[in-house]
């Protein structure tokens, strides 16, 4: 069984639940080390909740993947990740002047069972930078955002 369709096995997309979803570009290429890819990205996910697709609690775009922590609003996940991979890819594309897949297929997600799981997990998404190496502290990190700030 292919990997993405492993990862769609068992989802369910529940109104107001609140997920961490990852996406990750395609063989793992470093495009959005670049301001401008990563703002395109960026667009989409307010997009997204402008459209009342999902609440964005908090994401990071890093060089080679986004973790994106959400309350779903409408629809379900699949065509809420569908709209924003394939949006942010005609976009970035059409801006690098490069051609095929942005993302690789699929994503993976999580469903928050607990309150308490909430701010731990945005934690861990905006100290991501910092794991990586990529900077010595979260603010000097340009791509991420948070509700509570």
Known sequence: MPHSVGLRKGRISLTNQIYLLTATVENRQAIF??????????RELYNAQA????????WVVMPDHLHWLVSLQKGSLSEL????????????????????????EGFHDR?????ED?????????ANPL?????TRIGDYPFWYVVWL
């Open 81 to 104: 990740m569908h709209r924003v991979k394939g949006r942010s890819a005609l976009q970035v594309n059409s801006r690098l002047g490069r051609q095929g897949r942005l993302w690789q």
């Open 111 to 115: 469903a928050l069972r607990r309150e």
């Open 51 to 58: 459209s009342g697709l999902a609440e964005s609690l908090a």
């Open 33 to 42: 080390s670049d301001l401008a890819p990563a703002r395109l990205l960026i």
């Open 118 to 126: 909430i701010l731990p997990t945005a934690r861990y998404i905006v």
């Open 131 to 135: 794991r990586a190496g990529l900077v």
